[in-house]
């Protein structure tokens, strides 16, 4: 997804923040030079002199004496530096300092964004992916199976605690692998604690790295702001088109809210519109999946049933495994 235009501004404001920075730096430089080196100021001005007579000598097409311009230009720059390292400043004190010398604080070389601005796009989209904290401890990295029971089993199934998770976490890798070439979308379920918040995480670390846009909400928080955005119809960054267009929403803990029919209406219009926009989505719950129909209305299941892969996960609470764990 590319960036929203606010997104966008963000990261130019502070190209153009770096490069009013590092004017004023080149300012002070060249009036500390300056006042105590004089002849300084009169290099540049001969070399600005200089220059300008080469500019006008190749649009004339006139290359007698180009040769003689070069090599007093040369001259002077020789002087320069040997003037400035002989009085203790560096021999680029007077050159203009970039941040990113790559592409002199544009973001752009040529017409290709630089590294350094998709490094400031993946710092934005962590900022306001809610995540940035929890992420560093929660991805891949540190997914670990064994809270997960290979004795417990789903008699629906017939699988282990950890043969299910097994498969939940293949899913979640295939998410990842696969999302800019198809489109899907998880309903993550089981009791509390079974490990369905951190795999989602898991995705979502994965997903800003390759700078997608990544929104995440608890429930709550999720239709709270949406009630803000309803009742006081002020735009804002994450507002109801962000929530439609960003690359992937997740909406954790669906159930721990006070559900009401405003809470059931927007989840299905939240649902349908990011279904019909292809934009994925990942939906986390404690609830079971027939008090989810009872909750949120049959309309919402079916719609989530039909266009989600369902992927449920069951276990002993890890939180209260680790406690006992002291922590770990």
């Given at each position: 997804?590319?960036?929203?235009?606010?997104?966008?501004?963000?990261?130019?404001?502070?190209?153009?923040?770096?490069?009013?920075?590092?004017?004023?730096?080149?300012?002070?430089?060249?009036?500390?030079?300056?006042?105590?080196?004089?002849?300084?100021?009169?290099?540049?001005?001969?070399?600005?002199?200089?220059?300008?007579?080469?500019?006008?000598?190749?649009?004339?097409?006139?290359?007698?004496?180009?040769?003689?311009?070069?090599?007093?230009?040369?001259?002077?720059?020789?002087?320069?530096?040997?003037?400035?390292?002989?009085?203790?400043?560096?021999?680029?004190?007077?050159?203009?300092?970039?941040?990113?010398?790559?592409?002199?604080?544009?973001?752009?070389?040529?017409?290709?964004?630089?590294?350094?601005?998709?490094?400031?796009?993946?710092?934005?989209?962590?900022?306001?992916?809610?995540?940035?904290?929890?992420?560093?401890?929660?991805?891949?990295?540190?997914?670990?199976?064994d809270f997960y029971s290979d004795t417990i089993t789903n008699e629906s199934t017939g699988l282990s605690?950890?043969?299910?998770?097994?498969?939940?976490?293949?899913?979640?890798?295939?998410?990842?692998?696969?999302?800019?070439?198809?489109?899907?979308?998880?309903?993550?379920?089981?009791?509390?604690?079974?490990?369905?918040?951190?795999?989602?995480?898991?995705?979502?670390?994965?997903?800003?790295?390759?700078?997608?846009?990544?929104?995440?909400?608890?429930?709550?928080?999720?239709?709270?702001?949406?009630?803000?955005?309803?009742?006081?119809?002020?735009?804002?960054?994450?507002?109801?088109?962000?929530?439609?267009?960003?690359?992937?929403?997740?909406?954790?803990?669906?159930?721990?809210?006070?559900?009401?029919?405003?809470?059931?209406?927007?989840?299905?219009?939240?649902?349908?519109?990011?279904?019909?926009?292809?934009?994925?989505?990942?939906?986390?719950?404690?609830?079971?999946?027939?008090?989810?129909?009872?909750?949120?209305?049959?309309?919402?299941?079916?719609?989530?049933?039909?266009?989600?892969?369902?992927?449920?996960?069951?276990?002993?609470?890890?939180?209260?495994?680790?406690?006992?764990?002291?922590?770990k």
């Open positions: 997804m590319p960036l929203q235009n606010f997104q966008y501004d963000t990261i130019m404001r502070e190209y153009n923040r770096r490069q009013a920075k590092n004017r004023r730096t080149l300012e002070e430089h060249q009036r500390e030079a300056y006042t105590r080196l004089p002849r300084l100021r009169e290099i540049d001005e001969e070399v600005a002199t200089l220059s300008a007579a080469k500019a006008r000598s190749l649009i004339n097409r006139q290359d007698s004496g180009m040769e003689d311009l070069k090599a007093s230009i040369s001259l002077l720059s020789q002087e320069r530096t040997a003037l400035l390292v002989s009085n203790g400043y560096s021999a680029d004190y007077l050159e203009q300092p970039y941040d990113c010398p790559l592409c002199q604080d544009t973001g752009y070389v040529g017409s290709q964004k630089c590294s350094c601005f998709k490094r400031a796009e993946i710092e934005l989209l962590y900022t306001q992916s809610n995540l940035r904290e929890i992420l560093q401890k929660e991805n891949f990295d540190h997914f670990s199976f605690a950890l043969e299910t998770a097994r498969r939940a976490h293949e899913t979640a890798k295939d998410f990842v692998k696969n999302f800019d070439n198809s489109f899907d979308n998880l309903f993550l379920y089981g009791d509390t604690g079974v490990g369905k918040t951190f795999l989602s995480h898991c995705i979502a670390h994965d997903l800003l790295e390759s700078a997608h846009c990544v929104l995440y909400f608890s429930a709550f928080d999720f239709f709270d702001m949406l009630a803000g955005n309803t009742f006081s119809k002020k735009d804002s960054p994450t507002g109801e088109d962000f929530i439609y267009d960003c690359d992937l929403l997740i909406i954790d803990d669906l159930g721990t809210e006070l559900t009401n029919s405003f809470v059931s209406s927007q989840l299905f219009l939240c649902i349908n519109e990011r279904i019909m926009r292809r934009k994925s989505t990942i939906i986390s719950t404690n609830l079971k999946l027939e008090d989810f129909s009872a909750t949120y209305s049959e309309r919402t299941f079916s719609r989530i049933a039909s266009s989600y892969r369902m992927v449920k996960l069951f276990g002993k609470d890890i939180r209260i495994q680790k406690i006992f764990l002291g922590g």
